[in-house]
């Protein structure tokens, strides 16, 4: 009887290891069209297995990956439809080799260069009209429904839909267009309303508390994207000054938390546009009426608070949620590279000592303030799972350089980790970076065991 049972379960597992095969190679192809700048994943297909993974996965590396090309001209990168191009062959097997296991995705080029070029980027044309026409159509209904804007944003917003875009996926503009207005003009009187209340009032109706945390914020707005020079206005530098201490004072179970400052640059960038046009360092908050100022403050302190919302112990005494997520990044980081994972261990390198700063700043401070925007599409399209998501996308940042930290002792890659050579970066190395994380996210979501101890 024994034997009868093993001798079915064998049938059984052979039976469905086709079925699986096929998801994961579908899985695989996917993550690949993404890669190529194809399409928004989706909902992808993959059959996952219950019992942990019994070797750890290594990294994609990028030389194993043809990346398509983007036009800069565009704004953020789109994803061409899957449904236009040929079908492109990968393989899911897993490749044993020196350094464990390699999950690789083999491309057959079909095109010279020049040929793959113009045909990329007659392509991301089209995609991109195609892109905005998706939006537009999501915009403009009496209701908009927020599971479909998430979806379209996560691969990148057109920069001059970003605005409307960001206000209504942090749920600061209601999804219903006839009370938006009304929504957005009675949030900016309040915002207004506590800067009176709060920022504009002598030091002398301040505890000594409320003092030096005003000192602090006055300290850290010159900081704050010091390669920038926009950020370096004096009124730029006011207006960051009194929409931290405003949503401190608002928020007392953490106050100010250094690092808050970086977290409102995007917004304020972004908020900005709608009313300056041209090179962002050729802008100056003198051009525009007080009103407008006030207007893109208020946008950007509630928008700031629906954002770290999610995140409250993240910025809280010993930001515990910062903590917790360096743990998480730490052991996916064993499971996805075991080498890079082992050789960090035994330099004594520690996860803290550089991904701390990922999480507090967002990884703004770590790559050009330009891609920063296209980068928080993403983030803001994840919603309430963003504090999750964002322990895949530094996985995949951090093994961009797999292979370099391999060769590095700690105090090499302690100067590495704090100067990343992130400087030339385009939106295609960021779009490499996401298509990473999606697919280990998707892999690895609803398998906990894979990375538990």
Same mark, same amino acid.
């Given at each position: 009887?024994?034997?009868?049972?093993?001798?079915?379960?064998?049938?059984?597992?052979?039976?469905?290891?086709?079925?699986?095969?096929?998801?994961?190679?579908?899985?695989? +192809?996917?993550?690949?069209?993404?890669?190529?700048?194809?399409?928004?994943?989706?909902?992808?297909?993959?059959? +996952?297995?219950?019992?942990?993974? $019994?070797?750890?996965?290594?990294?994609?590396?990028?030389?194993?990956? &043809?990346?398509? !090309?983007?036009?800069?001209? *565009?704004?953020?990168?789109?994803?061409?439809?899957?449904?236009?191009?040929?079908?492109?062959?990968?393989?899911?097997?897993?490749? $044993?080799?020196?350094?464990?296991?390699?999950?690789?995705?083999?491309?057959?080029?079909?095109?010279?260069?020049?040929?793959?070029?113009?045909?990329?980027?007659?392509?991301?044309?089209?995609?991109?009209?195609? +892109?905005?026409?998706?939006?537009?159509?999501?915009?403009?209904?009496?209701?908009?429904?927020?599971?479909?804007?998430?979806?379209?944003?996560?691969?990148?917003?057109?920069?001059?839909?970003?605005?409307?875009?960001?206000?209504?996926?942090?749920?600061?503009?209601?999804? $219903?267009?006839?009370? +938006?207005?009304?929504?957005?003009?009675?949030?900016?009187?309040?915002?207004? &309303?506590?800067?009176?209340?709060?920022?504009?009032?002598?030091?002398?109706?301040?505890?000594?508390?409320?003092?030096?945390?005003?000192? =602090?914020?006055?300290?850290?707005?010159?900081?704050?994207?010091?390669?920038?020079?926009?950020? =370096?206005?004096?009124?730029?530098?006011?207006?960051?000054?009194?929409?931290?201490?405003?949503?401190?004072?608002? !928020?007392?179970?953490?106050?100010?938390?250094?690092?808050?400052?970086?977290?409102?640059?995007?917004?304020?960038?972004?908020?900005?546009?709608?009313?300056?046009?041209?090179?962002?360092?050729?802008?100056?908050?003198?051009?525009?009426?007080?009103?407008?100022?006030? $207007?893109?403050?208020?946008?950007?302190?509630?928008?700031?608070?629906?954002?770290?919302?999610?995140?409250?112990?993240?910025?809280?005494?010993?930001?515990?949620?910062?903590?917790?997520?360096?743990?998480? *990044?730490?052991?996916?980081?064993?499971?996805?590279?075991?080498?890079?994972?082992?050789?960090?261990?035994?330099?004594?390198?520690?996860?803290?000592?550089?991904?701390?700063?990922?999480?507090?700043?967002?990884?703004?401070? &770590?790559?050009?303030?330009?891609?920063?925007?296209?980068?928080?599409?993403?983030?803001?399209?994840?919603?309430?799972?963003?504090?999750?998501?964002?322990?895949?996308?530094?996985?995949?940042?951090?093994?961009?350089?797999?292979?370099?930290? =391999?060769?590095?002792?700690?105090?090499?890659?302690?100067?590495?980790?704090?100067?990343?050579?992130?400087?030339?970066?385009?939106? =295609?190395?960021?779009?490499?970076?996401?298509?990473?994380?999606?697919?280990?996210?998707?892999?690895?979501?609803?398998?906990?065991?894979?990375?538990?101890?």
């Amino acid at each position: 009887m024994k034997n009868s049972n093993s001798s079915s379960e064998e049938e059984q597992r052979k039976e469905s290891s086709p079925n699986l095969d096929w998801r994961f190679n579908q899985t695989l +192809r996917n993550v690949q069209g993404l890669l190529k700048g194809r399409s928004f994943p989706g909902k992808v297909l993959l059959t +996952r297995r219950a019992e942990p993974l $019994n070797e750890p996965f290594s990294p994609i590396s990028p030389s194993d990956i &043809e990346r398509s !090309h983007y036009e800069n001209d *565009l704004g953020p990168s789109e994803r061409m439809d899957s449904s236009s191009e040929g079908e492109v062959q990968s393989t899911g097997d897993m490749a $044993n080799n020196s350094n464990g296991n390699k999950l690789k995705i083999p491309i057959t080029k079909s095109e010279n260069a020049s040929g793959h070029l113009q045909k990329s980027l007659s392509g991301a044309r089209s995609t991109d009209s195609a +892109r905005i026409a998706k939006f537009t159509k999501e915009l403009s209904g009496p209701t908009v429904i927020l599971e479909k804007l998430r979806e379209l944003a996560w691969s990148g917003i057109p920069p001059y839909m970003r605005p409307n875009v960001w206000r209504l996926l942090l749920g600061y503009a209601p999804p $219903n267009s006839d009370r +938006r207005e009304g929504v957005l003009r009675r949030k900016r009187l309040e915002y207004v &309303e506590c800067v009176s209340q709060y920022y504009d009032i002598p030091d002398t109706e301040r505890s000594d508390d409320e003092i030096n945390m005003l000192r =602090q914020i006055a300290v850290d707005c010159p900081r704050t994207v010091p390669d920038v020079t926009f950020f =370096q206005q004096v009124e730029v530098q006011k207006s960051l000054e009194r929409i931290l201490y405003t949503w401190a004072i608002r !928020h007392p179970a953490s106050g100010y938390v250094q690092g808050i400052n970086d977290l409102v640059t995007p917004f304020f960038i972004v908020f900005l546009s709608e009313h300056l046009e041209g090179n962002m360092e050729n802008w100056s908050l003198k051009e525009l009426a007080p009103l407008i100022v006030s $207007n893109v403050e208020a946008d950007c302190y509630w928008c700031l608070s629906k954002l770290l919302d999610g995140m409250q112990d993240h910025y809280t005494f010993a930001q515990p949620g910062i903590q917790r997520l360096v743990f998480k *990044l730490k052991e996916l980081v064993r499971r996805i590279d075991e080498p890079v994972s082992r050789h960090m261990e035994e330099q004594g390198l520690e996860f803290l000592q550089f991904a701390f700063r990922w999480f507090n700043c967002l990884l703004i401070r &770590e790559i050009p303030f330009h891609l920063v925007t296209r980068l928080w599409d993403t983030y803001l399209a994840e919603g309430d799972a963003l504090p999750e998501f964002l322990v895949y996308i530094f996985a995949s940042f951090l093994l961009t350089w797999s292979d370099k930290l =391999q060769k590095l002792d700690f105090q090499e890659m302690v100067m590495f980790l704090q100067h990343l050579p992130t400087m030339n970066w385009s939106h =295609q190395e960021l779009e490499m970076v996401l298509s990473r994380a999606y697919m280990w996210h998707t892999m690895f979501e609803s398998c906990p065991s894979h990375l538990a101890n």
